[in-house]
């Protein structure tokens, strides 16, 4: 089956700078990758999504890319502000309708 | 449009009771899922469903059943609470598999 892996689990910028999160995948099958954000005690919210017949996708300041060779997505983020402080998770939809998810990034905003 | 409504929002089991963890969503979703989260593991799938009528195991469905007899409603049933279940589950709902999940507010489960 899928598995999805997540890169770093723990990440800090400074308020302003990027930040990046890479997920690699295992089924060349999969066609659907999602990003959420859960913030602390409360329920995840797709912020951005991209489908395997396009390889990148931007709302403002946040972007993924796809790269289907090598089997990895990435999630952007550029110009940091303290409310991206959460948790973000990748995940993977495969052909039988199950989303794989990863263990969850998460990102704090220094000041 | 209260979109999906999950109920109750915490629990505590004794080992070896049963309950039904509720989900309702009034957006006209086809596709519900079930997810239970454990600190550092992200989120598991444990059932989902295509439409009523339909359903199939996810990653971890032992000792969980479910079933989907209307479009709007989607319960989870632990079938004898171990602690292993401890953990909090979040019910989602989308208009077709493979597109934008929308998340219960959670089911805190406390199993002792």
């Known amino acids: 089956g899928e598995n999805v892996e997540q890169h770093p689990s723990t990440l800090s910028v400074q308020e302003g700078d990027s930040a990046v999160i890479k997920c690699t995948y295992s089924?060349?099958?999969?066609?659907?990758f999602p990003w959420y954000k859960q913030e602390l005690g409360k329920r995840p919210q797709l912020i951005i999504d991209?489908?395997?017949n396009v390889g990148e996708k931007k709302d403002q300041r946040i972007a993924v890319t796809l790269n289907k060779t090598a089997k990895h997505f990435s999630l952007h983020i550029t110009e940091t502000q303290p409310e991206d402080s959460a948790v973000y998770f990748c995940?993977?939809?495969?052909?039988?309708?199950?989303?794989?998810w990863g263990a969850g990034t998460k990102l704090i905003i220094k000041p | 449009n209260a979109g999906v409504t999950q109920t109750p929002k915490f629990q505590v089991l004794k080992t070896g009771q049963s309950m039904t963890l509720q989900c309702a969503q009034d957006m006209n979703h086809e596709y519900m899922s079930w997810y239970r989260q454990d600190p550092g593991m992200g989120l598991r799938l444990i059932h989902y469903s295509v439409g009523a009528g339909i359903t199939d195991q996810g990653e971890v469905p032992n000792g969980y059943n479910v079933s989907r007899s209307t479009t709007e409603d989607f319960p989870l049933r632990l079938l004898s609470a171990a602690p292993s279940q401890t953990s909090v589950y979040f019910c989602a709902s989308s208009r077709q598999p493979n597109s934008p999940l929308h998340f219960g507010n959670g089911t805190r489960l406390t199993v002792t």
């Open positions: 089924d060349s099958a999969s066609n659907y």
């Open positions: 995940a993977a939809g495969d052909s039988n309708y199950q989303l794989i």
């Open positions: 991209i489908r395997s």
